[in-house]
């Protein structure tokens, strides 16, 4: 997905809030998908531009943006005005590349700690979950929960699969996991209640990197099946420094 | 350098936070109480983003193995350095050999210790906030040794420093409206504004939950963006109060928005301890 400027995408009817007394909330219609997608992360981009001398944290997350201020806000009128104005004059932003990250998982059973529960469940062989699951390229929405944990979107129907009603006190960093509609892969050890059917011997979070998660919104993610021993493999490598995630710039 | 003798219930070294990894899901991290933080290093003439120690309830045992002075503001946790009672809010000296200790916690929650020139534990992402899986040290431990830089400016004296201590005493919590309040009703809001909240047992540096629950209808939203301070309501009618820790998005209800001195204050606040919600008007 190369993004290009385009004036067409500033169409949405927006909602500006004010939350709290350093931050002002940009709402999209409340759906999720990839126009929606597409134009958070180009007002996003004009922001950083328009803020570029100035300091202000911007996040986003699937139809929405926060952007804190580093002083109290005493006047939200004007504050809000200017934001609209970014919108709809459309200052132009350079092409953003998308990237097509792929992720290495391990989908043995040793990692994949539910995938005989869902496989019994669904009635789907394993390998046919395997199978769904490594087929699409899943879209980053925002990243969110924890650090580097990716809310992806594009996960099969027939793999949707509820969380579980105990969550696990602790579930592996690494691992790959179904939760409700969702899937998504856990960057470091935490509690956790979705549904664990593999494990990646990457790095989603790596505190030592100028940027520390390589993945941004708009991206995507696609996982591909390995064995035990090309785990344990990529694993060493990616201890070592040795190991650089195959990518390609997304075009569509 | 500072020794450990004893870490206290939960001790951890914390500057102002980390503000610029919000959007890869990093928490914001920073002193609980921001406010007493700042006037620890004030006292000291440190700069306002120097690391300090956030002292919770029950106080550590702390030698100090080079000459420095110090400070202690918030909650007041009865300090003792070798066997004499020092006070809260004043710069003290300290001589190495020295040990810091504390008594019975007489009101607040959560006490600040700065050093001069601060604490010189790792920066990582731009910060001294200790966090789990982000620092490698998720609080402080006994017979760890605390890197601080030696000082000789003994004699130095600061201008008087205003210090707040009457907070530890309020109860109310000044709040604005969060962005899906006008999804509430009157009975609602009537219950919100009209009635006093416990802290529950699980309060912690991510979050406040309140005992009294609120009879809620509202659905869920599509996972968005939230704020140290923010108000949650779940589906259970549980209020949460988003602290420093707090994750930076969630999918509940956010009704309510604390000011930041009110997210200060709550810091101070134990199980068991009474706030009151005050609706603010955003300046417009």
Known sequence: MELKFNDNLSHFILQYKPFGEHSILIEWPQIISKKTLQDVIFFKKRLEN????????????????????????????????????????????????????????????????????????????????????????????????????????????????????????????????????????????????????????????????????????????????ISKSQYSEIHNQVKSNKYTIESEVIDD | MIKVLHSGFYSIIQDLGRKDFQHLGVPISGAMDIDAAKMANAILGNDSNFAVLEI???????????????????????????????????????SKGDILSFGKPIHGFRAYLAVSGGFQTDVILYSRSMYQGITIAASIKNADELSIQSNNHKTKTYAYVKIRTDYLHEKSILVFKGPEYELLNDEQTNNLFNNEFTISKDNNRMAYQLDELIANNLSDIITSLVLPGTVQLTPLGKLIVLMRDSQTTGGYPRILQLSETSINLLAQKKVGDKIRFVLMDYPS
């Open chain 1, 50 to 225: 328009y803020y570029v001398k100035e300091k202000v944290y911007i996040k986003s997350a699937y139809s929405s943006i926060l952007i804190t201020y580093n002083y109290t806000i005493n006047n939200f009128y004007n504050q809000i005005s200017t934001l609209k104005g970014i919108y709809s004059e459309g200052f132009e932003v350079e092409n953003i590349v998308s990237k097509l990250w792929k992720i290495p998982v391990c989908y043995d059973v040793e990692f994949g700690l539910d995938l005989e529960d869902i496989s019994k469940k669904s009635n789907l062989h394993i390998s046919k979950i395997i199978e769904l699951h490594t087929k699409p390229n899943y879209l980053v929405y925002f990243i969110g929960f924890l650090p580097g944990f990716l809310y992806l979107g594009g996960l099969d129907k027939r793999i949707h699969f509820p969380r579980k009603n105990t969550p696990r006190l602790q579930v592996k960093k690494g691992s790959v996991a179904i939760g409700g509609s969702q899937t998504g892969v856990y960057p470091n050890e935490s509690p956790g209640g979705w549904n664990i059917i593999g494990n990646t011997p990457l790095n989603f979070f790596n505190v030592n990197n100028q940027n520390p998660c390589f993945a941004k919104p708009g991206d995507k993610i696609q996982f591909v099946s």
């Open chain 2, 56 to 94: 919770t309830m029950i106080g550590p045992k702390l030698e100090f193995n080079c000459d420095t002075a110090i400070a202690l503001t918030g909650a007041n946790l009865s300090p003792i350095l070798n066997n004499t009672n020092i006070n809260n809010n004043a710069l003290i000296n300290v």
